[in-house]
């Protein structure tokens, strides 16, 4: 389980909804304290204790199956079935540049959040997902050509 992951979903969903820690906290009867080591990925919480937040917060669980076949686990917020195309269509371009590249598919991730791609592919994605793989990889290439 990425700890650090989940409590930053947790956070940016809790500062979302405009919900104090004070708030939150009590409703998932926990400390004050707790919610912060969580928020900042450093908590020793019980599995429940994440779930019972989770659910405060309206987010859902959601297992996956990484490209190294390792389960993880990942704070997402409930999402449509548009939200859900785009999602996988986000996920096939992050594999597939990942795998053009030869690098691992959380380092292509964590490049594509950093130079605004995910949100690009997000808001564009009536356009985008039209596009051929070749396409889709030169376009990457020309936006991350200073980072790799």
């Known amino acids: 389980?990425?700890?650090?992951?989940?409590?930053?979903?947790?956070?940016q969903h809790?500062?979302?909804?405009?919900?104090?820690?004070?708030?939150v906290a009590h409703k998932a009867n926990i400390t004050r304290a707790t919610l912060w080591?969580?928020?900042?990925?450093?908590?020793?919480?019980?599995?429940s204790t994440y779930l019972r937040l989770m659910k405060l917060l309206?987010?859902?669980?959601?297992l996956r199956q990484s490209s190294t076949l390792n389960a993880r686990f990942r704070a997402?917020?409930?999402?449509?079935?548009?939200?859900?195309?785009?999602n996988e269509f986000i996920i096939m371009c992050v594999e597939l540049y990942a795998s053009y590249k030869n690098k691992n598919a959380s380092e292509i991730y964590r490049l594509f959040k950093?130079?605004?791609?995910?949100n690009l592919l997000n808001s564009d994605y009536e356009d985008m997902h039209g596009m051929s793989v070749n396409s889709l990889n030169e376009y990457?290439?020309?936006s991350l050509k200073k980072e790799l």
């Open 140 to 142: 990457f290439d020309v």
């Open 37 to 47: 080591s969580i928020e900042k990925g450093k908590s020793n919480s019980s599995f």
């Open 1 to 11: 389980m990425d700890e650090k992951l989940i409590g930053q979903e947790i956070k």
């Open 58 to 62: 309206g987010l859902s669980l959601e």
């Open 76 to 86: 997402t917020r409930r999402i449509t079935a548009l939200d859900k195309k785009i």
């Open 14 to 23: 809790r500062l979302a909804l405009n919900l104090s820690m004070d708030y």
């Open 114 to 118: 950093k130079n605004g791609l995910i």
